[in-house]
Nanobody, 115 residues
Framework: QVQLVESGGGEVQAGGSLRLSCKISPSISSMNTVGWYRQAPGKRRDVVAL???????YYVDSVKGRITIAKDEVQNMLYLEMNSPKPDDTAIYFC?????????WGQGTQCTVSS
């Protein structure tokens, strides 16, 4: 059974930094694609960054240069590092996996960026 469990959300001031973590079970290497989505209040859920299996990371234009996605295949962890976040980055962030059994989501973690 695929499980995605996020941690690391909270409140951060604009210009600071924040790292989100996601524990992926059974193993991150068994996933076709892993990544992060986010949903701001009153808006739809949108992609932030993705890592295809054996591929290079993809970032939505609005976060390029400020957000880094990384994975640890030994620890089965996925990370999202936010540097110099903006108030517009405030959202619920969801860990995501595209697996052989379908798409899976974590429960989400709230990230609030204050000005």
């Amino acid at each position: 059974q695929v499980q995605l469990v996020e941690s690391g959300g909270g409140e951060v001031q604009a210009g600071g930094s924040l790292r989100l973590s996601c524990k992926i079970s059974p193993s991150i290497s068994s996933m076709n694609t892993v990544g992060w989505y986010r949903q701001a209040p009153g808006k739809r859920r949108d992609v932030v960054a993705l890592i295809p299996f054996g591929g290079t990371p993809y970032y939505v234009d609005s976060v390029k240069g400020r957000i880094t996605i990384a994975k640890d295949e030994v620890q089965n962890m996925l990370y999202l590092e936010m540097n110099s976040p903006k108030p517009d980055d405030t959202a619920i962030y969801f860990c995501y996996a595209n697996t052989m059994w379908g798409q899976r989501w974590g429960q989400g973690t709230q990230c609030t960026v204050s000005s």
